[in-house]
């Protein structure tokens, strides 16, 4: 089968991972049927979807139309019949107490971002028609922007999103996985809100769990923030420089079936960041102190999956899969005692692109 190879770390073209802020998405988790035919369907559209997104796009020019195309750990082992990225790993489940970040099934991400839900959908459409029954709807949530970038909850979310090139550098790997330069790792979640438990808080009391104000979106006093707050704990340092990450969260929802929720994305250039993230909410920093907005946020879903480059999608080709698929692997688990390894630099040895100002 021929495969993409080793990746030049200068020549390397991202997915429009720090694509502008917009006004509607769509993230649609598919998980790939068994049998030789669907994967040489998936390994079609990669080099197709380019072309796809010309197409739709090019219907409005101004639509900011963008589309990140991502795989799961085992389909990473179907579908390509060479190394894997060195931290592709199936979603570290956690548990402590009442709380669980879940691990939900899902093989391939798309999150497709514009202006306009229409197309969004449109893009969404062609994607499932082009791959037809090579796969199966695992998850599909349609995002909204809610007024002024805020959540459901009603504060600001992204305000701490890198740009330019802190957003590269947080992003995107460089020569320390050469082969898959330019690449990243994504991971997503589904939260479900308690808005009634939520709404008989007084605004005081969200700001703590938050911590920053509702308003005005300013950041609390360290005196005045608690340490088990949602900005206290998603902070992550390292030799004294936080490491960041990119988020383009979207609120979403059905009134109807009174559903409200907020779905995460964060993609980051070493899936250990988030994952320290979730370990500082879910477990607490120390264990105990744990992120006191999950008293009223359930996460559903759990997924990790890697953002090859452009280049790398651009030369796949629809061949045959090696003869065996392995069976597959079980979510692996984080306990509270065990700690995350070190991260790595922020460095990045790849060529700079233009950064778009974003709010998280």
């Known amino acids: 089968m021929i495969t993409p190879g080793a990746a030049d770390a200068s020549n390397a073209v991202p997915q429009p991972i720090a694509a502008a802020l917009t006004r509607a998405a769509i993230f649609l988790v598919v998980a790939i049927n ?23 796009g090019f219907r409005d020019m101004e639509g900011s139309l963008s589309c990140v195309m991502a795989f799961g750990s085992e389909a990473w082992d179907r579908l390509f019949d060479q190394q894997r990225p060195a931290e592709l790993h199936p979603f570290r489940e956690i548990r402590a107490g009442a709380r669980h970040a879940v691990a939900t099934p899902g093989d391939l991400l798309f999150h497709i971002r514009a202006k306009r839900m229409d197309l969004c959908f449109e893009l969404a459409t062609q994607i499932m028609a082009r791959l037809g029954g090579a796969v199966s709807p695992v998850d599909e949530v349609h995002g ?18 890198p740009m330019g090139r802190e957003a590269i550098d947080a992003t995107l790997i ?21 808005m009634a438990g ?55 929802g059905q009134v109807g079936h009174g559903e409200f929720g907020t779905y995460f994305i964060g993609y980051s250039r070493s899936p250990r960041t988030i994952e320290q993230m979730l370990e500082n909410m879910f477990v607490g920093r120390p264990p105990g102190n744990y992120d006191r907005i999950l008293d009223f946020s359930r ?62």
């Open 174 to 194: 460089g020569e320390e996985d050469a082969d898959f330069a330019g690449g990243s790792y994504v991971i997503v979640q589904k939260y479900l809100h308690d």
């Open 198 to 252: 939520w709404n008989a808080l007084s605004t005081e009391a969200q700001e703590r769990i938050i911590g920053r104000t509702k308003l005005s979106d300013i950041e609390l006093d360290e005196g005045v923030k608690p340490s088990w707050a949602h900005s206290a704990l998603t902070v992550i340092e390292e030799n004294g420089n936080e490491i960041k990450i990119i988020r383009d969260n979207m609120p979403f």
């Open 299 to 360: 996460a559903v879903t759990g997924n990790l999956f890697f953002v090859p480059s452009t280049n790398f999608l651009d030369e796949v080709t629809p061949a045959a899969p090696p003869a065996a698929e392995p069976a597959p692997a079980a979510p692996l688990a984080v306990e509270p005692s065990q700690p995350l390894p070190p991260l790595s630099d922020s460095s990045l040895g790849i060529g700079s692109l233009k950064g778009d100002p974003r709010h998280e």
């Open 34 to 56: 068994p049998g030789p035919d669907n994967l040489s369907a998936v390994r079609a559209l990669c080099a197709d979807l380019s072309a796809l997104l010309r197409a739709v």
């Open 144 to 161: 909204f922007r809610y007024f002024d970038a805020r959540d459901l909850l009603g504060f600001v979310d992204g305000t701490e999103n």
